[in-house]
């Protein structure tokens, strides 16, 4: 159980183009997803919470605007970059809280992006 | 913002030794945890821990909750290949506005030779 998935796996783009994030419970609801970006060998940082039905909360740093965050549904969000810019290139990993016993985090396995 | 500093950075040691990573924390945290990444995967739940004191195994590993709620510690007792990746702690601290949401340490590079 507690299985959560994300597509695409690996995206290649080119700059000035957004592209979007599935992030999807597949055995459990979500009302809280979280979006972390890791660079190589380094830790993860959080960039957003997404709670189902309403606005995500982003973190300080992260422009709303370049990564839009929805979350229509119990199991899925889904995290738009919006313009991308190689700047941008980065491993996205998005989590699903599960709430209500175990009350914890439960990992995708990660999108590699890369924008040219 | 809360900080959690883990050490080592990273490890390189023989199949079949002992491992031993902690974290420590500049403020309280109400839940430890402990996570394991593969190259190109999410992180993966290794060990929960929720009380002050409370020391918790999963097979070959052993996880500690520090008595003043500001450091854990993990162990890895003989280590195998497969036990080669990056370890993270995460601290979580209960309710209010920030329910759910982790701090995570820097991570462990942990190298096997087998």
């Known amino acids: 159980g507690a299985v959560v998935s994300q597509h695409p796996s690996r995206v290649i783009c080119k700059s000035g183009t957004s592209v979007k994030i599935e992030c999807r419970s597949l055995?459990?609801?979500?009302?809280?997803m979280f979006w972390y970006r890791q660079f190589p060998k380094k830790s993860l940082m959080l960039m957003a919470t997404?709670?189902?039905?309403?606005?995500?909360?982003?973190e300080q740093g992260v422009e709303k605007d370049k990564f839009l965050i929805n979350h229509a549904s119990l199991t899925l969000s889904t995290l738009t970059v919006t313009s991308a810019h190689p700047e941008d290139s980065s491993f996205y990993i998005c989590s699903a809280f599960l709430a209500g016993g175990i009350n914890e985090q439960f990992f995708g396995p990660g999108t590699r992006l890369t924008v040219l | 913002g809360q900080q959690l500093n883990q050490s080592p950075q990273s490890m390189f040691i023989q199949e079949g030794e002992d491992v031993s990573m902690n974290c420590t924390s500049s403020?309280?945290?109400?839940?430890w945890l402990w996570y394991k990444q593969d190259p190109g995967e999410g992180p993966v739940l290794l060990i929960a821990?929720?009380?002050?004191?409370e020391l918790t195994s999963n097979g070959r590993l052993t996880a500690q909750f520090g008595i003043t709620r500001k450091d854990s510690f993990l162990n890895i007792s003989a280590s195998i290949p497969s036990d080669v990746g990056i370890y993270f702690c995460a601290g979580r601290n209960a309710g209010g506005t920030s329910y759910g949401k982790l701090t995570f340490g820097q991570g462990t590079i942990l190298t096997v030779h087998p």
């Open positions: 997404s709670n189902e039905g309403s606005k995500a909360t982003y």
């Open positions: 403020s309280i945290f109400n839940t």
């Open positions: 055995d459990f609801q979500a009302t809280t």
């Open positions: 821990l929720y009380k002050a004191g």
